[in-house]
């Protein structure tokens, strides 16, 4: 039987607060199981989607883009002992959250169903397409920042050369003044 995690213990595991918990269920519209009293409780699967979630989060994805890629982060119902792919490599040690059983199970059934390696094949595609085309992003958007505070400098500058020259000719003028008097 697969282990079930509280709303404080799934916090704890991903580093995320439970109300953040609750809203990303909220606005991606996940189906995060309940028990009999109705209230969540998680998986491990759940848990690797929230780590995922994360992950993009920390990219730079906003939750509309995320949203969009829950059928690939997560293409297995929630709960389902099936597949769970860990899609993104966070670069945090969950030992808990290994999924040699699962990754065992696909590479069988890659064996007997090519159509299923070619899935995870161009998951992955899509996985590395997405992060050069966030780290483009990232890059330009960089490149951006840099330019505007180039040309806040250069405006600085002018109006400093402005305010210089408005002023000396300021002083010329009552210099000018205080001659002719």
């Given at each position: ?43 491990r ?18 939750l ?6 829950i ?14 792919i ?96």
């Amino acid at each position: 039987m697969e282990p079930k995690y509280t709303v404080r213990q799934a916090a704890e595991m991903t580093g995320v607060k439970s109300y953040v918990l609750r809203y990303w269920e909220d606005e991606l519209d996940l189906q995060i199981q309940r028990n009999e009293l109705g209230h969540r409780y998680y998986t491990r699967y759940d848990i690797q989607l929230f780590m995922n979630i994360k992950e993009l989060k920390k990219r730079g994805l906003q939750l509309r883009a995320i949203k969009e890629l829950i059928p690939q982060i997560a293409h297995t119902a929630p709960g389902s002992g099936t597949s769970k792919i860990k899609l993104l490599e966070t670069g945090e040690e969950v030992p808990e959250f290994e999924f040699e059983a699962a990754e065992q199970q696909e590479s069988a059934a890659a064996n007997e169903n090519p159509f299923v390696w070619v899935e995870n094949h161009k998951i992955l595609e899509f996985q590395a397409i997405l992060e050069r085309l966030i780290a483009q992003e990232m890059q330009s958007k960089n490149e951006e920042e840099e330019r505007c505070r180039s040309l806040d400098l250069a405006i600085r500058r002018q109006q400093m050369a402005r305010r210089e020259a408005a002023a000396a000719a300021a002083d010329k003028k009552n210099r000018k003044k205080h001659r002719n008097t």
